[in-house]
């Protein structure tokens, strides 16, 4: 039998401190999927390429702010709940940029490829919401009964 669910708290200054902390994580996870496949970029492509992983990244975030502000009201604020709204803002700013530039045609000529990418993607925004959820959240301390009762 489990006990009642852990409560997490945060402050603006850590959240503040999160954000920029999952950009970076997810910034440097999108460059580590892309280098698996385009390893012999020319120089000029490969800032393309990290100014894009930046793009992405940001947009993201902006994307997920205002989700995040919504489930810590609620209290959904749980490590699950955060590597779930990474996983789905990122999944959802990829699939809305595939759409964009291939158009429905595009995307479902290329539906395996894109859906890979988009997964990767998505792993990547799972692991970048973790590290926004575990830099920006601390564990409520239950209260302690101190004292004598005599």
Do not use: H
Not at 23 to 45: C, E, H, K, Y
Not at 99 to 123: D, K, N, Y
Not at 134 to 139: E, G, I, L, N
């Amino acid at each position: 039998m489990s006990g009642p669910p852990e409560r997490y708290q945060t402050t603006i200054l850590r959240a503040c401190v999160a954000v920029p902390i999952g950009m970076l994580v997810g910034t440097a996870g999108a460059l580590a999927v892309i280098s698996f496949d385009t390893r012999n970029l020319p120089g000029q492509l490969e800032w393309g390429v990290v100014y894009l992983a930046v793009i992405y990244s940001t947009a993201t975030a902006l994307a997920s702010a205002p989700l995040w502000f919504l489930l810590s009201r609620l209290k959904l604020n749980g490590w699950r709940f955060a590597a779930v709204l990474g996983c789905l803002s990122t999944a959802a700013i990829c699939a809305l940029s595939a759409f964009v530039s291939g158009g429905p045609r595009g995307v479902a000529q290329e539906f395996s490829t894109g859906l890979s990418w988009i997964a990767s993607f998505a792993l990547c925004g799972a692991i970048a919401g973790l590290a926004v959820w575990r830099v920006a959240y601390r564990k409520v301390q239950a209260a302690t009964v101190s004292g004598s009762l005599g």
